[in-house]
Every structure is written in C-alpha cells, then in structure tokens.
C-alpha cells in the first residue's frame, strides 16, 4: 500500500535528497523510506553508558603509557598547527 505525503524541505534538504538519489541511483521516496528506517534503527539501538565503556576498556589494559604519551604529543603539535593556520 502507497501513502502519498506532502511536506515542504528547505533548500538545503531538497538538494541533499536529489544528490542521494542520483548517487543510490533510486527515486526521492526510496531515499526517504532508507533514511527514515536508518533513523528509527539509531533511535531504538540501546544506548550505551561512557562510564561503563571506559571500565570495560580500562579492565582490557587501556592505553600503554608510551601509546598515551605518543596520542598527547600529536595532539598538540596538531593544535599548533590548526591555531597557526587560523
């Protein structure tokens, strides 16, 4: 069964849905029908607890200090790059 829907997208969105579709090679309402499904599966995916994660990877071994020292130095050589080229 086809329920046929009007709804108004600003420009933007109207774009975004003409390139999906030209890009999947399917119609608008297909890109719609994908879009809506994939954001109900987001919706209903159980949420997991940052606390909870961060024990389970600190109970694995975590980071090695020398890895964790290595990540801090090109983060911030990173940074001085971003912030010079600001």
Known sequence: MTHRTTFALDETTAQRLKRLSKLWNVS????V???VERAEQNAEAPKQDPVAMLKAYHT???LSKARADRWIKETYEDRKRWRANS
């Not at 608008?28 to 890109?31: D, M, P, R």
């Open 60 to 62: 694995k071994g975590g």
């Open 33 to 35: 029908r994908r879009s």
């Open 28 to 31: 608008q309402a297909e890109v």
